[in-house]
């Protein structure tokens, strides 16, 4: 189970309190206390879950909700002390998949965040075709050449597709720049190897939650590339 967590929250307290218990249970949790601060590190694509707040500073949570929902299909957890079922109504046409009442029990936000995690995990597995190379949250559909990361689908181009199912099927093998442009692009191909560093780069953007660490290619300097299973 993915376990990044994202808490919208301005009360600090309810906050920590909130990442205290997410963390106890294995969680990595990350805290914005306000509106804009909040879109900012929900749409950077590196959590699993957010926790929304109703009453924030700069933009408040239904409308976080909504242009949230825009670009990602994760869980939302609203949290609120407004009970009214009018607001309850409102978070759900937005798009949001549960609405926690303030005060509550910490167990059982915990236990609606496990169970909110869990049913995403097995819509993704059930959306995605079953065929081709899966590794952590990447898919590689040999079959249709399609790339699917956390569930989502991202471009590629067909040499960068290439590039990638062959240092996915051999992973854990270091190839140098020479090898891996002799075997994508070929002999008589015209180009160097800079090539290669630039598909690299290109793959990484669309692949990776951060290209300043990332998981799946990594460079072996002075040999080339290598990917990380």
């Known amino acids: 189970m993915n376990k990044n967590i994202l808490i919208i929250e301005d009360d600090q307290s309810i906050a920590e309190l909130e990442r205290d218990y997410l963390e106890i249970e294995g969680f990595q949790v990350e805290i914005a206390s306000e509106g804009k601060s909040g879109l900012k590190a929900a749409l950077s694509h590196r959590f699993n879950l957010i926790l929304l707040d109703l009453m924030l500073p700069n933009m408040n949570g239904f409308d976080l909700c909504k242009q949230i929902r ?15 079922d009018i607001d309850k109504v409102r978070g759900f046409g937005l798009g949001a998949d549960d609405y926690i009442v303030k005060p ?6 915990v236990a609606r965040v496990k169970a909110h995690l869990a049913r995403y995990e097995r819509l993704i597995q059930t959306d ?5 190379i899966f590794i952590r ?11 699917f990361v956390d ?11 290439d590039l990638l199912k062959f240092l996915a099927t051999h992973s854990n093998q270091a190839f140098s720049k020479e090898h891996l442009y002799e075997r994508i ?5 015209m180009g160097d190897t800079a090539t290669v560093t630039v598909h690299v780069k290109r793959i990484r953007t669309k692949i990776e939650k ?19 299973e």
């Open 128 to 132: 995605i075709p079953k065929e081709g």
């Open 151 to 161: 569930g989502k689908e991202v471009i590629l181009t067909t040499k960068e597709f």
């Open 210 to 228: 951060d290209t300043n660490n990332p998981q799946y290619i990594q460079t072996i300097w002075g040999s080339g590339y290598r990917f990380n």
């Open 70 to 84: 825009q670009e990602l299909n994760i869980p939302i957890l609203m949290v609120s002390a407004k009970y009214e």
């Open 137 to 147: 949250g990447l898919h590689i559909n040999t079959a249709s050449r399609q790339i």
């Open 185 to 189: 692009w070929g002999f008589d191909s």
């Open 104 to 109: 509550f029990s910490p167990s059982e936000l």
